[in-house]
């Protein structure tokens, strides 16, 4: 599952970019995943929704409560100051992969876009 952090506004050719480059970095191709997850605030941003749209994935908008619960290596203050929790993308890549989850990919930033990859753990 692909989880993302973007700025309001972001364009959906950026938000493409990251998520093909983070899914190159992984070894992975868009046929493995099936959730786009973000937090909810910005689970109505056109780029987000038109992403998921095109490729056929579910969009998951999780509250930051939900997202701050999960135990990330990345976590970083100043996100968790601005949106309620210390991760965006990495927390919602877990929680869409679901129990068990394992980050494929941990937070990585192209084009301004924050991308991880998780897949649930095959013993889960």
Same mark, same amino acid.
């Given at each position: 599952?692909?989880?993302?952090?973007?700025?309001?506004?972001?364009?959906?050719?950026?938000?493409?970019?990251?998520? #093909?480059?983070?899914?190159?970095?992984?070894? @992975? #191709?868009?046929?493995?995943?099936?959730?786009?997850? *973000?937090?909810?605030?910005?689970?109505?941003? +056109?780029?987000?929704?038109?992403? $998921?749209?095109?490729?056929?994935?579910?969009? &998951?908008?999780?509250?930051?409560?939900? @997202?701050?619960?999960?135990?990330? +290596?990345?976590?970083?203050? *100043?996100?968790?100051?601005?949106?309620? *929790? +210390?991760?965006?993308?990495?927390?919602? $890549?877990?929680?869409?992969?679901?129990?068990? %989850?394992?980050?494929?990919? +941990?937070?990585?930033?192209? !084009?301004?876009? *924050?991308? &991880?990859?998780?897949?649930? !753990?095959? #013993? %889960?």
């Amino acid at each position: 599952m692909v989880g993302v952090g973007a700025r309001p506004g972001t364009a959906e050719a950026d938000i493409r970019s990251a998520v #093909d480059e983070a899914l190159a970095a992984a070894g @992975l #191709d868009g046929a493995q995943v099936g959730v786009l997850a *973000t937090i909810d605030r910005r689970a109505e941003e +056109p780029g987000l929704r038109g992403l $998921a749209a095109e490729r056929g994935w579910r969009l &998951a908008g999780l509250p930051a409560a939900e @997202l701050a619960a999960r135990d990330v +290596p990345n976590g970083n203050g *100043t996100v968790a100051a601005a949106v309620g *929790t +210390p991760s965006v993308a990495e927390a919602a $890549a877990m929680a869409a992969a679901g129990g068990g %989850a394992t980050l494929v990919l +941990p937070k990585k930033v192209f !084009h301004r876009v *924050t991308v &991880a990859i998780a897949r649930k !753990h095959r #013993d %889960a």
